[in-house]
């Protein structure tokens, strides 16, 4: 009964292999743009643990730090605070966003849009200090 199962999971996971490689190679998956937006910040999240995410079942997003805007109301901005290459990196860039979100500052998100309704931040940039 366990070889069965172990066979039945494996064919299984060929076959969503398939079904994507298949999806790629026909361009059905598009390819994420970059875009751009400006507003103050409305909501800021930092989550204490790795993997805590945010979200709905429809709308969960494992990330650590997540943001919204107050021009933007069904936009959420989000990104990792890991150990990696890029850590200085989203250290910065959470600093400022701290920074502009109790200051009420206008910052610009540069952000990739793959669709749905996280966008994965690639830079912080602060508009206007008053």
């Not at 969503?16 to 598009?30: D, I, Y």
């Not at 400006?38 to 943001?67: C, F, K, Q, T």
């Not at 990104?79 to 959470?94: D, E, I, P, W």
């Amino acid at each position: 009964m366990k070889k069965r199962i172990g066979i039945a999971i494996v064919v299984a996971a060929a076959l969503g292999c398939c079904v994507l490689l298949s999806l790629v190679l026909t361009g059905n998956v598009p390819a994420p743009t970059l875009h751009a937006i400006d507003g103050r910040l409305a909501y800021i999240r930092i989550n204490a643990e790795v993997g805590e995410g945010y979200g709905g079942p429809s709308s969960y997003v494992d990330a650590d730090v997540i943001v919204k805007l107050q021009n933007q109301a069904d936009g959420r901005y989000v990104f990792y605070l890991r150990a990696g290459g890029n850590s200085l990196l989203q250290q910065g860039m959470l600093d400022l966003l701290m920074l502009a979100y109790e200051y009420n500052w206008t910052v610009r998100i540069e952000y990739w849009d793959d669709g749905r309704s996280n966008h994965f931040i690639r830079d912080v940039i602060l508009l206007e200090r008053d």
